[in-house]
């Protein structure tokens, strides 16, 4: 018997098995009802009574080994289906993964940096809490500007003479980075914005800008329109043309706002341009000198333009979304329409 007993641990040492039938096979050989351990434990009771303690612990210990090895190669064989010996079923059509996809709103911002980048233009970053000084009194705006109204702006703070405020535009990211940055800068300064709007098919309370600004010297107003033709080319087409109608912002001098045109009817009039053969895509100007100077920067030396655009806008006349709102919602329906886009 314990001769048996020895061969049977070599042979548990040795077992090996590729398929789940032989994993079961080997249990059954050693453990099931009629198994060489099984039987080993009927012999027992014919061991002598003085040997009973002896035997009875290595007969423990064998069939505790055994149990221990058929688990074992169990979770070998089910971890390893590649070697053709699987529970699994490789006939069954396998799960879906819903990949996910850019929103639009990203998609078009990536867009335009990358446009800028081909220029030269690095991205600059700023809070979205600001302070009055970035916002609207280093851009040049009067104290009694409508946008420092709580009607139209969101405010943290109010009652000292730099109140915190949600920014309203990305333009306060080039006063940050006319403080900070070396000369010459060009930055494209892509963020979300924030507005006391109701919101509409046309408004949203948060929405994101990419503002564009390049400070150097002799910068003229040549190459501010040279910088927009190409960008406007490169995001809807090349046949697009361009048109700048002179505008007022407090922080350029002169201010244009930009149109294109239409990309749907090519310029012939349609619903969307409203029958004008245009769309209104951003505004610009050369830097006021007074915001220069608020910055630190020698408006002498120095000139610069800059240009903000509302992406979501962007977006709508890429895509030919009417309404605003539907950046905002995440319908996985509106948003599949994406999926492929980028
Ligand atoms: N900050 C302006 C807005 O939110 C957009 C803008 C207009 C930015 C003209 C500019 C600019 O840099 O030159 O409506």
């Not at 009055?132 to 003479?161: C, I, K, Y």
């Amino acid at each position: 018997m314990r001769e048996h007993i020895d061969k049977l641990f070599e042979i548990i040492g040795g077992l090996k098995a590729s398929t789940v039938q032989e994993v079961e096979d080997a249990r059954v050989k050693l453990l099931g009802k009629k198994g060489e351990i099984t039987k080993l434990f009927e012999e027992f009771r014919t061991v002598p009574a003085e040997q009973k303690r002896e035997f009875g612990q290595i007969l423990n210990k064998l069939k505790t080994a055994a149990a221990a090895k058929v688990e074992e190669l169990r979770q070998s064989v089910d971890s390893n289906p590649e070697k053709g010996a699987t529970s699994m079923d490789m006939t069954i059509p396998g799960d879906i993964f819903e990949l996910g996809s850019r929103h639009p709103v990203s998609i078009v911002r990536e867009e335009i940096i990358s446009i800028f980048d081909k220029l030269g233009y690095v991205v600059a970053e700023g809070p979205e809490i600001e302070d009055d000084w970035h916002v609207f009194s280093a851009l040049n705006f009067p104290p009694e500007h409508p946008a420092r109204d709580m009607q139209d702006t969101f405010f943290v703070t109010t009652g000292n003479d730099n109140p915190i405020l949600l920014r309203t535009h990305t333009s306060s990211v080039q006063v940050r980075s006319m403080e900070s940055r070396p000369l010459p800068i060009r930055i494209i300064c892509p963020g979300r914005v924030f507005r006391n709007e109701a919101i509409s098919a046309r408004a949203h309370c948060i929405f994101h800008q990419v503002e564009g600004l390049y400070v150097d010297k002799n910068v003229t107003f040549a190459d501010l329109k040279q910088t927009i033709l190409l960008f406007a080319r490169e995001m809807f087409g090349e046949k697009t043309q361009i048109r700048l109608r002179p505008s007022y912002f407090p922080f350029t001098e002169p201010s244009a706002e930009v149109d294109v045109s239409c990309n749907i009817c090519g310029g012939k009039g349609c619903n969307i341009c409203k029958g004008t053969g245009w769309l209104e895509i951003m505004g610009c100007g050369m830097v006021d000198p007074n915001v220069l100077e608020a910055c630190g920067i020698d408006s002498k030396t120095y000139s610069g333009f800059a240009l903000g655009m509302g992406v979501e806008r962007i977006a709508m006349l890429k895509w030919q979304v009417k309404d605003l709102r539907h950046y905002f919602e995440n319908d996985i329906r509106f948003l599949k329409e994406f999926s492929t886009a980028l």
